[in-house]
């Protein structure tokens, strides 16, 4: 079955999509999609700023007015926005609006030091996506797409397990031929993963015949954008289908637009470039034998976690290339070195990693370990009844995103029992020390919000317009919404960061804005 096949099944099977509410207003439906895309854009970027590579160039000062430029952050009107937007060189269309705004403020404001570290290292990743999109006959400024999928994250993994730089789910990666077994996952890859993303790229154009429609339907699919074209009589017009898309999607192309706008504008914002301390230039060594990155690492003296961030895909360290053949990725200074010493470095301590005849030996998992944050105390809570990561979060005023990667948990689910560990700011472990200790309703009230409960929740809420429901035994997210006129169970479970409601237990307090 041919590729353009498969995708014209997606479009006949693609899950049935709800229409949108008409009594939605456009600046609600911006905020939410904003928050979306932030919340992940926080992740990928939270674990992006821990390669190795990128940690030794976030401690180096390279701006020598960088304490005097980061206290000016510029904001500038609307007319300046679209003058640059239009000033790019592009085929695909850059509109401005209120929607584009907010997430140039994302990119621009709210997360500078982090954003600084991803421009700095677009030097690495831009010219090899931009060659490969050349190839393909694609338009280059497509490479802004890896910045919301992934914040250019070759190790980003979604809540329903897309993964790696272009976000591929296992379907459609082996449908454009990339390998994801035990040992090996190319959706990390950023070459082959790019090769991939630009094939499924020109299928969606051939398609939509539109590259802010391949935008959108490399997002939720081409069913959902066909879909939306239709619900409004044939247009193919992004802003025309906005409210018939998904929601996440409806925040895609802004903030594609806004991406665009960043990579090409952040001097004028006092956006510091910080590079890798590793060298840009790479090559790329073919291997047809089994080998371990210990193996390299240690006959060459390069740093294993260099050598695993130059070559992500390798998910127990180990290249199984016995019989086939992978690439192994090297600094350009060290190929040379690799090329002399192959001999040594394929025979050195391979009975411990390998069999007799060659086979791998019970390979043993790398997990990563997150290294401590500088500059912060460290604390540790035990989850409680009730808690979520959302709540937790906010007792110690840090992102919740930051105790995913503190805990190496991936979603939102943690149980009971469980010990966390919380990174504070420096000196202020006290202010914090007695939170394990409290009750719910006390850990809220030091935050300045009440909780109510079940009976007085139909009726009253607290300062911030939220009522927080102890969820009873049976209960059902269902049950809960009927309990509040106008929401809806999708707004519960996107207030509380759950995927479904089934991780919903007895005791446990959930977030509801009730309609005034």
């Known amino acids: 079955m041919t590729k353009k096949a498969i995708l014209s099944i997606l479009l006949s099977c693609s ?12 600046n609600n439906d911006s905020l939410k999609t904003a928050l979306d895309i932030q919340t992940n854009f926080d992740q990928n970027l939270d674990s992006l700023l821990n390669l190795w590579y990128l940690q030794k160039a976030i401690k180096t000062d390279y701006s020598t007015n960088k304490e005097q430029t980061d206290s000016i952050i510029p904001e500038f009107p609307d007319s300046v926005y679209i003058k640059r937007l239009q000033s790019i060189p592009s085929v695909i269309d850059l509109s401005y609006n209120k929607i584009v705004r907010n997430y140039i403020h994302v990119y621009t404001k709210q997360r500078r030091e982090s954003v600084e570290a991803m421009i700095g290292l677009s030097d690495y990743y831009f010219p090899k996506i931009e060659e ?5 006959g694609l338009p280059t400024e497509l490479k802004y797409m890896a910045i919301i999928e992934s914040a250019l994250n ?10 790696g730089m272009w976000q591929f789910m296992y379907a459609t990666a082996r449908m454009y031929d990339l390998t994801v077994n035990s040992f090996v996952d190319e959706r990390r890859d950023p070459i082959k993963s790019a090769h991939a993303a630009a094939l499924f790229m020109k299928d969606l154009y051939s398609m939509f015949n539109d590259w802010t429609l391949v935008i959108a339907a490399y997002n939720c699919g081409p069913g959902n954008v066909n879909k939306a074209i239709r619900r409004t009589g044939g247009s193919r017009d992004f802003w025309k289908i906005y409210y018939f898309l998904p929601r996440e999607t409806r925040g895609y192309v802004p903030a594609f637009i806004a991406a665009a706008y960043t990579m090409n504008f ?12 590793i060298s840009l230039a790479t090559d790329t060594i073919i291997i047809n034998d089994n080998l371990h990155l ?3 690492s240690e006959v060459l003296d390069i740093p294993l976690k260099a050598l695993r961030d130059l070559n992500p895909q390798y998910k127990l360290d180990i290249i199984p290339a016995k ?4 690439g192994l990725t090297l600094p350009m200074e060290f190929t040379g070195k690799f090329i002399d010493l192959q001999d040594s470095i394929f025979a050195y301590k391979d009975s411990i990693f390998f069999s007799a005849d060659n086979t791998i030996r019970n390979p043993q998992r790398s997990y990563y370990i997150p290294p401590a944050p500088t500059n912060r105390d460290k604390l540790v809570y035990t989850v409680k009844s009730g808690d979520n990561l959302g709540f937790i979060a906010e007792w110690y005023n840090v992102r919740a995103s930051e105790i995913r990667y503190w805990n190496n948990i ?7 029992g469980q010990k966390l560990n919380i990174y504070v700011p420096k000196g202020s472990a006290s202010k914090y020390a007695d939170i394990n200790k409290l009750s719910f309703a006390e850990k809220q009230q030091r935050i300045g919000k009440k909780v109510s409960t079940p009976q007085q929740a139909s009726s009253k809420t607290t300062n911030d317009n939220y009522v927080y429901y102890k969820v009873g035994s049976g209960d059902t997210i269902w049950e809960i919404a009927k309990k509040y ?16 409601g089934k991780s919903l237990k007895a005791g446990q307090y959930i977030k509801i804005k009730p309609k005034s």
Request: proline fraction near 6%.
């Open 485 to 500: 006129p106008g929401v809806t169970e999708t707004e519960i479970l996107q207030l509380n960061n759950m995927a479904s």
């Open 132 to 136: 490969i999109f050349e190839s393909y």
């Open 266 to 277: 952040y001097q004028e914002h006092n956006l510091n470039p910080k590079y890798p301390e």
């Open 294 to 296: 210990k193996q390299v």
């Open 154 to 163: 070759p190790r980003a993994v979604s809540r329903v397990g897309a993964t």
């Open 15 to 26: 899950i049935i999509f709800t229409a949108f509410s008409k009594n939605t207003t456009q």
């Open 323 to 326: 019989g086939t053949e992978f």
């Open 410 to 416: 991936r979603g939102n689910m943690i149980r009971v």
